[in-house]
């Protein structure tokens, strides 16, 4: 049998009966048998096993009360993530109308016509789904990351989408926005003028 020296226990002699090793030091099971204290153990002891918790394990934290309200970036990142789904949808669902109605015009206007139709209707989708995200990225860089490197990205992408919505709009318009004529101004049925 193994002897060692265990640096904290119990220093009473009544409810130690967990910590006896070879021989019950106290609590008898009954007062009779008090006066042959200490109840030596006669049979073999093969392993014994003392695990002390100390320090002991930290209480769990008290559960924190959730919070209710949503942060400042949370709400800016879901407003952006709403302008970039707003503007996929418009390029996804503005580009498929196009092709419907392209193609459902297809015997009335001819191959020609419906193929100038859907150009015109893809390139308006274009157009509008990259103001939309042209929207997303401005808020993102104003919001959310206000950084000179972000204010730069921002930048050149302002510009690379003001470029295709440039030429896009040429293309669909055929002339330079400024060198357009005005629409016709129809007369005012009341006549005053």
């Not at 959310?144 to 030429?167: H, K, M, Q, W």
């Amino acid at each position: 049998m193994g002897k060692r020296l265990v640096p904290i226990s119990a220093p009473q002699l009544f409810g130690t009966d967990c910590l006896d090793f070879g021989s019950n030091l106290a609590s008898p099971v009954s007062l009779d048998y008090a006066e042959r204290a200490s109840f030596p153990f006669a049979g073999s002891l093969d392993l014994a096993r003392v695990v002390y918790l100390w320090p002991p394990a930290p209480a769990p934290a008290p559960a924190s009360r959730p919070e209710t309200g949503m942060h400042f970036d949370e709400a800016m990142e879901r407003v952006v993530q709403g302008f970039e789904i707003g503007g996929v949808v418009i390029l996804v669902v503005g580009s498929l109308a196009a092709m419907a109605h392209a193609a459902w015009s297809w015997r009335r206007v001819g191959g020609e016509g419906a193929y100038a139709l859907l150009r015109r209707g893809v390139g308006r989708a274009i157009l509008l789904g990259l103001e939309f995200l042209i929207i997303a990225d401005i808020v993102l860089t104003i919001t959310i990351e206000p950084t000179l490197d972000s204010a730069l990205a921002l930048g050149l992408i302002v510009l690379v989408r003001t470029f295709l919505s440039f030429s896009l709009e040429i293309e669909l318009e055929g002339a330079l926005p400024w060198r357009r004529s005005p629409p016709p101004v129809e007369p005012d049925p009341s006549g005053s003028g």
